[in-house]
């Protein structure tokens, strides 16, 4: 197999899967801690998502430091095969998550007016939850399709 940027088992690829963690992790914090998130379907699918593609990403982070630290190969067909279908599946659900998420955004604050007429919604800071969300799947999407390019290496 290639020796990819972002290859699991590889600094290139924790480094990655870090900025996963931390960007899901701040979008999570961000939209709980912002009042009336709960009361939109579209807010709550996001930090389901996030959620998500938090724990699967600290399971990969914990993978490559145990690979790292022992120097371990972990480009087995198997394993990238795992990785290729989890990470594609936690990409379309994160994407999923963020694009309805933005819908919502624009509509309350660009369509309706809603954010400047209901002050109890925080809708900068959905904004930016948003935006952190975007961040964690593009970052997704860079390891899903090295792990696609490992598994078809094979």
């Known amino acids: 197999m290639k020796d990819l940027f972002g ?3 590889k600094v290139s690829g924790l480094l990655l899967r870090i900025g996963q963690c931390l960007f899901a992790s701040a979008s999570i914090g961000v939209m709980a801690s912002a ?25 990969l982070v914990c993978l490559d430091i145990h690979a790292l630290r022992l120097k371990r190969d972990l480009h087995s067909h198997v394993l990238v095969s ?11 659900l994160s994407l999923a998550a963020a694009c309805s998420a933005t819908g919502v955004v624009i509509l309350l604050s660009r369509d309706t007016n809603f954010c400047w007429v209901e002050k109890q919604l925080a809708c900068s800071t959905f904004k930016i939850s948003v935006a952190l969300a975007f961040v964690s799947w593009f970052l997704l999407a860079i390891s899903s399709f090295v792990m ?3 598994l078809a290496s094979v």
Do not use: E
Not at 82 to 92: K, P, Q, Y
């Open 35 to 59: 009042s009336g998130f709960s009361t939109t379907t579209a807010f709550c699918y996001l930090i389901a998502s996030m959620g998500l593609q938090f724990l699967w990403s600290f399971g």
């Open 7 to 9: 290859s699991p088992g």
């Open 82 to 92: 795992l990785f290729v279908v989890g990470d594609w599946v936690t990409s379309v």
């Open 148 to 150: 696609f390019w490992l």
